[in-house]
C-alpha cells in the first residue's frame, strides 16, 4: 500500500521557520523524483519545488527561492521541506508528491502518487 | 516560467452531459501536460499523463488530447462522482506550472 504522509505543519509567526516531513512506503522511493506542492485555502494548486532521485538536482518555484529547502534522505525513505522567513502568503496545505520519472537527475514526468498534505498557517 | 491559462474556471453541467476542458500553455511544451482531479477535501489524483495517457483505474469517458500548446481534458458523460476541480500541469520544465482550475459542478 502506497503511503506519503506528510507531517510538521502547524501555525508559526511571520519570519519563523519551519521544517515539512514525509516518510513514504511502499513504492521505491530511492528511484524517484519528489515534489512538494501547495494549495492556499480555497485556491489552486501551487508547485513549490522538486528533487532528484539522488538529491543531485533541485528546483524551486521564485515564490519561495532562497526560503525554502527541500532535501531528502534515503536510507530513511523522507522527503524534507526547510521552510525559513515564512510569510502570510505561505499559508497552505503543503502536498509532498512522488514524480513518476524513473532515475532521472532532472528530466520530470510530473506528480503521480500524493500524500494527504499538512496545514501550514502563517499568522500573527 | 510556462503560464498554463485553463479554461472555463467554472462549470455547471448536468449528468450524462460531455464536458470539456481546455489548457493553453504560453510556450511549445510537447505532450509533457498532465491532468488532475481533485474532489473537495481529498488531494489530486492524477487522470491523464502525457496528455493523453489515462493513469490506471481511472474510468474510460475521461480523455486527453492535445500537443504544443494547446490541450484539451474531455468527459464524456458526466457522472455525480465527477464533481470536482480539475488542474492542468506541465513537467516540460522547471520551474513546473499548474493551471488555475476549473470547478466542475453537478446541476
Known amino acids: 500500500q502506497v503511503q506519503l504522509v506528510a507531517s510538521g505543519g502547524g501555525v508559526v509567526h511571520p519570519g519563523g521557520s519551519l521544517r515539512l516531513s514525509c516518510s513514504v512506503s511502499?513504492?521505491?522511493?530511492?528511484?524517484?523524483?519528489m515534489h512538494w506542492v501547495r494549495q492556499a485555502p480555497g485556491k489552486g494548486l501551487e508547485w513549490v519545488s522538486f528533487i532528484s532521485y539522488d538529491g543531485s538536482f533541485r528546483s524551486s518555484a521564485d515564490s519561495v527561492k532562497g526560503r525554502f529547502v527541500i532535501s531528502r534522505d534515503n536510507s530513511g525513505n523522507t522527503l524534507f521541506l526547510q521552510m525559513n522567513d515564512l510569510r502570510r502568503g505561505d499559508t497552505a496545505v503543503y502536498y509532498c508528491?512522488?514524480?513518476?520519472?524513473?532515475?532521472?537527475?532532472?528530466?520530470?514526468?510530473?506528480?503521480?502518487?500524493w500524500g494527504q498534505g499538512t496545514l501550514v498557517t502563517v499568522s500573527s | 516560467e510556462i503560464v498554463l491559462t485553463q479554461s472555463p474556471e467554472f462549470q455547471s453541467v448536468t449528468p450524462k452531459e460531455k464536458v470539456t476542458i481546455t489548457c493553453r500553455a504560453s510556450?511549445?511544451?510537447?505532450?509533457?501536460l498532465h491532468w488532475f482531479q481533485q474532489r473537495a477535501g481529498q488531494s489530486p489524483k492524477v487522470l491523464i499523463q502525457?496528455?493523453?495517457h489515462s493513469s490506471s483505474g481511472v474510468p474510460s469517458r475521461f480523455s486527453g488530447s492535445g500537443t504544443g500548446t494547446d490541450f484539451t481534458l474531455t468527459i464524456n458523460g458526466l457522472e455525480a462522482e465527477d464533481a470536482a476541480s480539475y488542474y492542468c500541469h506541465q513537467s516540460s520544465s522547471f520551474p513546473q506550472t499548474f493551471g488555475q482550475g476549473t470547478k466542475v459542478e453537478i446541476k
Open positions: 502525457y496528455a493523453s
Open positions: 508528491t512522488r514524480d513518476g520519472m524513473w532515475r532521472s537527475s532532472s528530466k520530470s514526468a510530473g506528480p503521480d502518487y
Open positions: 510556450q511549445n511544451i510537447g505532450t509533457e
Open positions: 511502499g513504492l521505491n522511493f530511492t528511484d524517484f523524483g
